[in-house]
């Protein structure tokens, strides 16, 4: 019995840093180029020094243990392009860009196995890269109306 309790404190600290992971960082960067390529970040209202969205809850940012599975950015008045890297996050489920200003390219999805919903709808892109659409296994939803 002397041996079952340190056994169950050292269990139960690992759990509890395993659930306060830090974000993924490619997740992070990734991020991070988002809201650099933005006209107009400070809408996002993301903590400036903050290296843990995932751990930290940072808004329009949802994660699954340490990776970004959701953005929701949807009628922020966000204006500027969006990074080209975007595939990178690829635990990907919702992606929500609709009713903004985002401009130039859309961004390839290529790879993004996971995405099942993605909103691009309402924007000012003026392009679709070729390879957009390729390696969507999962997509069920993809909205582009009034973007193209």
Same mark, same amino acid.
């Given at each position: +019995?002397?041996?079952?309790?340190?056994?169950?404190?050292?269990?139960?600290? @690992? =759990?509890?840093?395993?659930?306060?992971? !830090?974000?993924?960082?490619?997740?992070?960067? =990734?991020?991070?180029?988002?809201?650099? !390529?933005?006209?107009?970040?400070?809408?996002?209202?993301?903590?400036?020094?903050?290296?843990?969205?995932?751990?930290?809850?940072?808004?329009? =940012?949802?994660?699954?243990?340490?990776?970004?599975?959701? =953005?929701?950015?949807?009628?922020?008045?966000?204006?500027?392009?969006?990074?080209?890297?975007?595939?990178?996050?690829?635990?990907?489920?919702?992606?929500?860009?609709?009713?903004?200003?985002?401009?130039?390219?859309?961004?390839?999805?290529?790879?993004?196995?996971?995405?099942? @919903?993605?909103?691009?709808?309402?924007?000012?892109?003026?392009?679709?890269?070729?390879?957009?659409?390729?390696?969507?296994?999962?997509?069920?939803? +993809?909205?582009?109306?009034?973007?193209?």
């Amino acid at each position: +019995m002397a041996d079952f309790f340190p056994n169950v404190l050292v269990f139960t600290a @690992y =759990i509890l840093c395993s659930a306060s992971a !830090a974000t993924d960082p490619g997740d992070l960067s =990734i991020l991070r180029d988002f809201h650099d !390529a933005l006209a107009n970040p400070d809408l996002l209202k993301w903590p400036p020094n903050d290296a843990d969205p995932c751990g930290n809850s940072w808004n329009y =940012i949802f994660c699954t243990g340490d990776r970004v599975t959701q =953005i929701e950015v949807q009628k922020l008045g966000l204006r500027g392009n969006l990074t080209r890297n975007l595939n990178g996050l690829t635990q990907l489920t919702h992606l929500g860009l609709q009713k903004n200003e985002f401009a130039g390219p859309l961004p390839s999805l290529a790879g993004l196995s996971s995405l099942q @919903y993605a909103y691009f709808d309402y924007n000012r892109f003026d392009s679709i890269p070729g390879d957009f659409f390729v390696g969507l296994d999962s997509l069920r939803i +993809m909205a582009l109306d009034g973007t193209v």
